[in-house]
Structures are given as structure tokens and as C-alpha cells.
């Protein structure tokens, strides 16, 4: 994450990482799953904040046009608010219970309507005290809006970038290499 970005678009950034790096990041120890993590990072957070952004390192290039979005997204209302991009890819949902050795995954059970799919990135923007009740439950999830959503919130979706890409594999890694040599060339 380019933590110069969140610190420029926000009053305030509270780093999360490894316990082993706190003391030297300046940041707050994380826990065992994600939503541990972003617990830990909310108890840091002072009560006084009104609109809390939750944004992970596996997507370094966030911009201010990002943080900007989903900020006014719930300052004009929304529960919560998410940059997304459109699937472009055909979705097949599979029978992952069927265990097969080899290759094969399982069966298709379904194929949903990519007109109606995105693809959710960080950050995400909430209402604090709707993020902070929706953690208070203890569940995990895979993205913060999932928690809200589960609470019954209204989440938003805004435009996101392409360029804000998660870094997964290491390709994902030498292509966030390469943009970042870009930027500093220009």
C-alpha cells in the first residue's frame, strides 16, 4: 500500500502488520485472520472518527481518485462503499464438495450474469460506528463490506481502477515493479 497515498487523503492512517514489525512501522500488531487484523487496527482508531477507510498492502496503487470516491460515498449517506471494476471474464460456479484427483476442480453448477458481477478492491469506506458493530460480532470475512453487508448496511459500489490491482502471484508483483518505475519516470 502507498502509505503516503492514505496519509494524504486521510486525517489519519493506523499501519497494521506483523507484531514483529510494529515497534519498528510504527504501526499496531495484527491478528491471525484479516478481520483480527482490521480489529486490531479499530481499536486504535479514536471513537471521534466518523468515516473509517480499511485498505490492504496487496494493493499498492490505490489513488486519491479511489479514496476519494468511496469517502464521498459515505459522506453523502452510504453505510459503507466499495471501488469495484467490471468482470470481464465468464464466472463459473463450481461443486468444490467433489474431489477429484488430478487436475479437475469439480462440476459447474452455475454460470451468473457478468453484467451484473464486479470485481471489490481496497479501500473501502464505512460509517465507523457500522464497521465497528459489524466487528463487534467476532465473524470473519474476507472483505470488511461483507461484515457490514451481514449486518444489514447498505453498501455502495463506485468506480474503481484497473491499475489498482491485488498482488497475488509473483507476475502480480513485476507488473506493480514495472508501474512504479513508470511513475517514477515520469
Known sequence: MSRDVAEACTDGVVLVVPAADAAREGGVAGGGTRSASVRAGLAAVPASV???CVHDAARPLASPDIYRRVIDAVLTGADAAVPAV?????????????????????????????????AVQTPQAFRADRLRAAHASGIDATDDAALVEAAGCTVVVVRGDANNRKITEPGDLDWARRQFAEEADR
Do not use: Q
Open 86 to 118: 467490471a468482470v470481464t471474464d465468464t464466472i463459473k460456479m463450481i461443486d468444490r464438495s467433489i474431489e477429484v484427483a488430478g487436475d479437475r476442480w469439480g462440476d459447474v453448477v452455475e454460470t451468473p450474469d457478468r453484467a451484473r458481477l464486479v
Open 50 to 52: 466518523d468515516v473509517i
